[in-house]
């Protein structure tokens, strides 16, 4: 089995910072590329920022604010906000593509999403 938990999520004022974690666990080979989505009231959910091997990519709205990284060691993804705007506000999701071991044969790739967690940027 493999779970994906984030943390770091809350309440901030516009101009504020957070940075959230998700950390991957489990019978995991490999990952191929972890990422982050949101979802707002009433909206699809999009993506944030996503991270490979090679390269990161970001959505239009959040370059030059917000930052992803990845320590491979202990399989976690990273996202540093900053400048954070009202319409950041959104339940935030992890998602992780990868390899697992599912009683010794090679799974996946499969995509794999945490439970979400809420970032609030009001005043």
């Known amino acids: 089995q493999v779970q994906l938990v984030e943390s770091g999520g809350g309440l901030v004022q516009p101009g504020g910072s957070l940075r959230l974690s998700c950390a991957a666990s489990g019978s995991i080979v490999s990952i191929n590329a972890m990422g982050w989505y949101r979802q707002a009231p009433g909206k699809q959910r999009e993506l944030v920022a996503a991270?490979?091997?090679?390269?990161?990519n970001y959505a239009d709205s959040v370059k030059g604010r917000f930052t992803i990284s990845r320590d491979n060691a202990k399989n976690t993804v990273y996202l540093q906000m900053n400048t954070l705007k009202p319409e950041d506000t959104a339940v935030y999701y992890c998602?992780?593509?990868?390899?697992?071991?599912?009683?010794?044969?090679?799974?996946?790739?499969?995509?794999?999403w945490g439970q979400g967690t809420q970032v609030t940027v009001s005043s």
């Open positions: 998602n992780a593509d990868l390899y697992s071991d599912y009683s010794g044969t090679l799974a996946g790739p499969y995509d794999y």
């Open positions: 991270i490979t091997s090679s390269s990161t």
